[in-house]
Nanobody
Framework: VQLVESGGGLVQAGGSLRLSCATS????????IAWFRQAPGKEREGVSC????????YYTDSVKGRFTISSDSAKNTVNLQMDSLKPEDTAVYYC???????????????????????WGKGILVTVSS
């Protein structure tokens, strides 16, 4: 199993970045893929999620209207488009996967409740002011 993040880097406030999570080794369509982030000195938080089983999504309040998550099943990849970036978005971003077979539709992206099955190594996003 592999989850590999890409697309991070340094951007000015107000700018955009597109993170990608390329996955392999598991049944992509039976998993929800989530993005978490951890800023220095802060706890890890769930940012967004896309369930490939029921196409449901989740966004934490602080990124609603600025971030958009999407899934490309042909490439087994989930993307996170991040617009209007703020310095407080600076963090290491991790993608993670959880199997959702048996979890009812509408409950598959409760990423702050469930333990994730697989994790990527993380990628740094730095937003300068």
């Amino acid at each position: 199993v592999q989850l590999v993040e890409s697309g991070g880097g340094l951007v000015q406030a107000g700018g955009s970045l597109r993170l990608s999570c390329a996955t392999s080794g598991f049944a992509f369509d039976e998993y929800a893929i989530a993005w978490f982030r951890q800023a220095p000195g802060k706890e890890r938080e769930g940012v967004s999620c896309y369930s490939n089983a029921d196409s449901s999504t989740y966004y934490t309040d602080s990124v609603k209207g600025r971030f958009t998550i999407s899934s490309d099943s042909a490439k087994n990849t989930v993307n996170l488009q991040m617009d209007s970036l703020k310095p407080e978005d600076t963090a290491v971003y991790y993608c993670a996967a959880i199997g959702v077979v048996g979890i009812p539709s509408g409950y598959q992206c409760l990423i702050n409740t469930y333990g994730m099955d697989y994790w990527g190594k993380g990628i740094l996003v730095t937003v300068s002011s």
